[in-house]
């Protein structure tokens, strides 16, 4: 009896321990990664903006080729819907909505995700000529995770920031071949 009561306040100690934790972590996060590429800034936004696009250099739109997408509306257009459903659970279901296009330099999305959990994040993607012949690409995405799931956001800003940063160099490669 006493190893079993022992082992229930050590149960209830990781609990109260991790709710403690989740409580002073942010509820948002913020995650950005940027990339130099070799061509003129109007043919990289011309590429970018359209989200069929990313199935040649999003990670993670490659990692289940076999994904069912839609595409709902014009793309590279307000109100353009890409959506995708995977049974791989890094894939998931969710779809992207283009939400404002600024000029030949932004675009502004939200990503609703379904599973493997129900987030939405705000995304963005940014041109700046660096020169004539060299474009600045930069990618962020804000989001926000309710108590106690905040917790999470220990490790996914790492792990998004990381496969962006992949995302964006296959960007690079396709666009300067």
């Given at each position: 009896?006493?190893?079993?009561?022992?082992?229930?306040?050590?149960?209830?100690?990781?609990?109260?321990l991790f709710l403690i934790v989740a409580a002073l972590i942010k509820k948002e996060y913020t995650v950005q990664q940027e990339v130099i590429i070799d061509k003129n800034s109007?043919?990289?936004f011309d590429y970018i903006?359209?989200?069929?696009?990313?199935?040649?250099?999003?990670?993670?739109?490659?990692?289940d080729p076999d994904?069912?997408?839609?595409?709902?509306g014009t793309d590279g257009t307000v109100g353009f819907i890409y959506t995708w459903d995977s049974e791989n659970k890094n894939v998931?279901?969710?779809?992207?909505?283009?939400k404002s296009i600024s000029g030949?330099?932004?675009?502004?999305?939200?990503?609703?995700?379904?599973?493997?959990?129900k987030n939405v994040a705000d995304v963005f993607?940014?041109?700046?000529?660096?020169?004539?012949?060299?474009?600045?690409?930069?990618?962020?995405?804000?989001?926000?995770?309710?108590?106690?799931?905040?917790i999470m956001n220990l490790i996914i800003p790492?792990?998004?920031?990381?496969?962006?940063g992949t995302s964006l160099n296959n960007l690079k490669n396709i666009l300067e071949s």
């Amino acid at each position: 009896m006493n190893i079993l009561l022992t082992i229930l306040i050590i149960i209830a100690a990781l609990v109260v321990l991790f709710l403690i934790v989740a409580a002073l972590i942010k509820k948002e996060y913020t995650v950005q990664q940027e990339v130099i590429i070799d061509k003129n800034s109007r043919d990289v936004f011309d590429y970018i903006k359209l989200l069929k696009n990313q199935k040649n250099f999003n990670k993670w739109a490659m990692m289940d080729p076999d994904a069912k997408m839609d595409y709902i509306g014009t793309d590279g257009t307000v109100g353009f819907i890409y959506t995708w459903d995977s049974e791989n659970k890094n894939v998931g279901k969710g779809e992207q909505e283009i939400k404002s296009i600024s000029g030949n330099a932004r675009i502004d999305s939200v990503v609703r995700f379904e599973r493997p959990f129900k987030n939405v994040a705000d995304v963005f993607m940014e041109t700046r000529a660096v020169s004539e012949k060299q474009t600045s690409v930069q990618w962020a995405m804000n989001g926000k995770n309710p108590y106690p799931m905040n917790i999470m956001n220990l490790i996914i800003p790492g792990m998004l920031s990381k496969d962006m940063g992949t995302s964006l160099n296959n960007l690079k490669n396709i666009l300067e071949s």
